[in-house]
């Protein structure tokens, strides 16, 4: 009965490579974000959905392509990997948009060698 | 304008003791300040929030300060114990918009 999920928990893979995380959120939430969280702790929004619908897209390269099948699920899709992709990434979701509590996956931390 | 800044960086404190945690914003625009905790190969979970209409709020021994004027806030933590060893952020949003995290504090309660 885990309320946000991701898959998988860690990554690891090589330059160059296109990798994907997903995500579920079961609560009903209409709106679900992905997080970057670096080797120093910061963490930043990527994106955030609302409904299917993409809300905000902070200036991440482009390389990096959500996708909300429904409003259940936030997939993160990531191309030609970079050295400094390597962070650990969290997906989270709140009610509504204005709803401020979000509540977070357990993350993925993902290698890139 | 968007950055809320947050200190210290880390923090040690003794089984007992008081924990605080500072936090300073520039838009005045934010309107929501919460604090997440986060431990060790988990995701943040919301601990405790405010909004700038009252200056203080109280949940067990977690207390925000907020001083409007000012432009900062705080996280107080009371009887500190070892399983309150953790990472801390500050965040701040306005209304529809996103969550602005401070830096993060490390604290280590130690018995």
């Known amino acids: 009965d885990t309320a946000v999920s991701q898959t998988p928990k860690y990554l690891v893979t090589q330059m160059g490579n296109d990798k994907s995380i997903k995500c579920e959120q079961n609560l009903g939430h209409d709106t679900m974000y992905w997080y970057k969280q670096d080797s120093k702790k910061f963490l930043k929004i990527m994106f955030s959905?609302?409904?299917?619908?993409?809300?905000i897209n902070e200036t991440v390269p482009n390389r990096f392509s959500p996708k909300s099948p429904d409003k259940a699920h936030l997939n993160l899709h990531i191309n030609s990997l970079e050295l400094g992709d390597s962070a650990v990434y969290f997906c989270?979701?709140?009610?509504?948009?204005?709803?401020?509590?979000?509540?977070f996956g357990p993350g993925t931390r993902l290698t890139v060698l | 304008q968007q950055q809320v800044k947050q200190s210290p960086q880390s923090l040690i404190v003794q089984k007992g003791g008081i924990s605080i945690i500072n936090c300073a914003y520039e838009?005045?625009?934010?309107?929501?300040f919460p604090w997440y905790q986060q431990f060790p190969g988990k995701g943040p979970a919301l601990l405790i929030a405010i909004r700038p209409d009252v200056s203080e709020k109280k949940e067990g021994r977690f207390t925000i300060s907020f001083n409007k004027s000012a432009k900062q806030f705080s996280l107080h933590i009371m009887d500190s114990q070892p399983g309150d060893s953790a990472t801390y952020f500050c965040a701040a949003s306005m209304d529809t918009d996103k969550l602005i995290f401070g830096t993060g504090t490390r604290l280590q309660v130690f018995p």
């Open positions: 838009n005045t625009a934010f309107d929501y």
């Open positions: 989270a979701s709140s009610r509504w948009t204005g709803e401020n509590e979000q509540f």
């Open positions: 959905y609302n409904n299917k619908e993409l809300i």
